[in-house]
């Protein structure tokens, strides 16, 4: 499956993007999981938003929530 990740800054501008091809979602995830690291990273799959993951940077002030997905919008 051909899936795009998003690094994005702090105004949710993108600083870079990437393709993944990967088996299912959950490889999907692991891979954009992987590229967090001081920004928030978003997952897609066409032009639906799969996950979001929080960078060392995000506004999140528990850093324990850091690098954990979170849900879409509704």
């Given at each position: 499956m051909r899936y795009k990740v998003?690094?994005?800054d702090s105004s949710r501008r993108v600083i870079?993007?990437?393709k993944l091809d990967c088996i299912d979602e959950?490889?999907?995830?692991?891979?954009?999981?992987q590229m967090c690291?001081?920004?928030d990273v978003e997952l897609w799959e066409g032009d639906r938003?799969?996950?979001v993951f929080q960078?060392?940077?995000?506004?999140?002030?528990d850093s324990?929530?850091?690098r954990r997905p979170i849900s879409p919008p509704s």
């Open positions: 998003f690094v994005v870079c993007a990437a959950q490889a999907a995830r692991r891979r954009a999981e690291c001081e920004h938003l799969v996950a960078g060392a940077t995000s506004d999140g002030s324990a929530l850091n």
